[in-house]
């Protein structure tokens, strides 16, 4: 298990070096690259500078603040101080204060701000994404997270604040659904460019444009439940054996 445990840290801190030297050479090294004679150094180019640099705070800001809230769930559930232990033997649910809830709660406030951002700048046709496919499908991709996050938050604010019956096991459900979200709506975008929802009405990925793309990622996110009906009815249609009849 401690073997697994560090190649996972390993992969982890791998990916984000990764992602940071792609950063790097990618929007700042495009922004450095603008500071030529006899332009010079330009307000705007400064501006775009500086964006580019929080930008890069904020990537190794994210990994690093995974890698963290990983570390606190590990602790919680392996009965941290603060866990009410009583109130867990008894069977009751816990409510916000609770260690475990706040860290959900900064997990969600989090996993928003990365997604609206995310949706923000692929929708910006002036961002460094370009107008290819790419952009599209992230488009659907954080929409769709967006969508899943407001079914999340909901349950989060009904069971921790409402009911207060909060149930730390599941913790890793208020992690997860986001991340369904997003996947999900990756392959809602494929399947859609595909052209293998034609008999949805109204939907043709002539007349939709990077706002649609945004409306529908987030329903898929919102109802996910009814996007995975609707994929499986594809699948059998496109996969029906003779043993269906």
Known sequence: MNTLKRVAVFLWYAIAAFAVLAYIRGPLADAINRIAPPDGLTWDVTLDILQKLVGLALVVGAFYFVRQAARSFAGLAAGAPGEAPADRRAGKGLAFPAPITVHVAVWLLFMSAVLLVG????????????????????????????????????????????????????APWYVARPIMGILLGVIFYFVLKGGLLATVPDVSMREVNEFGLAGLGGLVGLFSKNAIEKLREVFNVLFKTGSDN
């Open 119 to 170: 949706l923000l700048v692929a929708l910006d046709r002036d961002s460094f994404l370009g107008g290819g496919e790419i952009r599209y499908a992230l488009i659907t991709m954080f929409a769709a997270g967006v969508g899943s996050m407001i079914t999340t938050i909901l349950g989060y604010l009904k069971h921790a604040s409402v009911q207060q019956d909060f149930n730390p096991a599941f």
